[in-house]
């Protein structure tokens, strides 16, 4: 809503009064504020997804539910053969938004399979199973490596918009200085009708 325009200025003159202050105990005019329903949007139900397989590679892991960490950073499973689903955003099978599923590229000893996450061309089917049995299909749309430092600014964690999936790992050069990988892999999929 626009403000109106403001009222006209009328010059004051040494004859005036400033307005009286209200007596105790008066209340001041009241404006009304205006109130929405207590009503909560209803929350989509999809069953959660436990497990994720990319045709044509090794990627095949176990998903289990993950929140955030401390800092705000999407919480990875300690077993490095599972991947994480963001549970505070959408879940494969929802009808909007993108589901994220992020899984670690290696450990201390070895390259784990989403290691190729970043090899992966687009047109490649994949699937989740949900844990009601159902499985979704997905074809690979595309795979870009995000530099860490800019991955805010990419539509990630997205709630709105098309259903996608995005499934996320490290890549890029690893940085001694931060212990960590300079960039990450992430690959959309659109789900197949």
């Keep these: 809503m626009q ?15 400033p307005p009286a202050a209200p007596a105790p105990g008066a209340t001041a005019p009241s404006t009304p504020v205006p109130v929405r329903p207590a009503t909560q949007e209803p929350v989509e139900s999809v069953p959660d997804p436990v497990s ?8 095949d892991l176990e998903v289990i539910p993950v929140g ?4 705000g950073a999407m919480t990875l499973p300690d ?16 009808t ?37 049995g159902s499985v979704l299909r997905y074809t690979t749309e595309k795979v870009e490596n995000i ?11 997205n709630r709105e918009g098309e259903a996608r999936l995005k499934l996320v790992t ?15 892999v992430v690959l959309t999929a659109v789900p197949v009708p």
Excluded at 52 to 59: A, D, F, P, Y
């Design 147 to 157: 530099p860490k430092a800019s991955l805010g600014d990419f539509d990630l964690f």
């Design 68 to 71: 955030q960490e401390d800092n």
């Design 3 to 17: 403000p109106g325009p403001a009222p006209e200025s009328i010059p004051a003159t040494a004859t005036e009064q």
């Design 96 to 132: 909007s938004g993108s589901a994220v599923l992020a899984a670690h590229v290696d450990s201390r000893t070895e390259q784990l399979p989403i290691a190729d996450l970043d090899e992966v061309p687009a047109g490649t089917p994949l699937t989740v199973t949900r844990s009601d």
């Design 52 to 59: 994720v397989s990319v045709e044509g590679t090794g990627i």
């Design 170 to 184: 490290c890549g890029g050069e690893w940085l001694d200085s931060v212990g960590d990988y300079e960039d990450n």
């Design 79 to 94: 077993n490095h053969y599972q991947a994480g689903w963001y549970r505070f955003g959408p879940a494969p099978g929802s």
